[in-house]
């Protein structure tokens, strides 16, 4: 995902969220989102500081929004998984591989930034975690709607 030249942040923002589908679940919904909009705050940091050489501070910065991604996402995919274990998801096992994937994947992207500090691995981790974002979404979560859609009611399509 790309900010286009003539679009604002708050463009890039709006467009990005609509392109996040519906997963059916309420609070992973909103997980999704609140993530997204993180992730566009790494954007525009790492954009911000692309325009010159990160100073130790900006390095401070960039380590612990990272930080705070990777927990989300391990939240995030605790969440979901508990809940797929409580309604017995038949797909529980492919699903959480894929999250312990992307969690391997970013603590290795943000373990090689940290200790050798290059700009390759900001960019790598920024794009990784938009691309991997939405197409976990689109493919891998879109899976769990339907069945979490007859085991939930609908007022309490939620996750708790």
Same mark, same amino acid.
């Given at each position: 995902?790309?900010?286009?030249?003539?679009?604002?942040?708050?463009?890039?923002?709006?467009?990005?969220?609509?392109?996040?589908?519906?997963?059916?679940?309420?609070?992973?919904?909103?997980?999704?989102?609140?993530?997204?909009?993180?992730? +566009? &705050?790494?954007?525009? =940091?790492?954009?911000? !500081?692309? *325009?010159?050489?990160? $100073?130790?501070?900006?390095?401070?910065? @960039?380590?612990?929004?990272?930080?705070?991604?990777?927990?989300?996402?391990?939240?995030?995919?605790?969440?979901?998984?508990?809940?797929?274990?409580?309604?017995?998801?038949?797909?529980?096992?492919?699903?959480?591989?894929?999250?312990?994937?992307?969690?391997?994947?970013?603590?290795?992207?943000?373990?090689?930034?940290? +200790? &050798?500090?290059?700009? =390759?691995?900001?960019? !790598?981790? *920024?794009?990784?975690? $938009?691309?991997?974002?939405?197409?976990? @979404?689109?493919?891998?979560?879109?899976?769990?709607?339907?069945?979490?859609?007859?085991?939930?009611?609908?007022?309490?399509?939620?996750?708790?």
């Amino acid at each position: 995902m790309q900010q286009f030249p003539y679009e604002s942040s708050a463009q890039f923002r709006e467009r990005l969220h609509n392109q996040l589908p519906d997963v059916g679940v309420t609070d992973f919904n909103k997980d999704h989102q609140q993530f997204l909009d993180h992730l +566009i &705050k790494f954007h525009e =940091l790492v954009e911000k !500081d692309s *325009k010159k050489i990160p $100073l130790a501070k900006d390095w401070k910065l @960039i380590e612990e929004t990272v930080n705070f991604l990777n927990r989300y996402a391990k939240n995030h995919f605790d969440a979901e998984e508990k809940l797929m274990v409580k309604y017995s998801f038949v797909k529980l096992d492919s699903h959480a591989q894929e999250h312990r994937e992307c969690i391997v994947r970013i603590d290795d992207l943000k373990n090689n930034l940290i +200790i &050798k500090k290059e700009i =390759l691995y900001i960019v !790598d981790l *920024k794009f990784y975690m $938009l691309e991997w974002l939405f197409h976990h @979404i689109k493919n891998v979560d879109m899976e769990y709607k339907p069945f979490f859609k007859e085991r939930l009611s609908a007022k309490k399509f939620r996750s708790k």
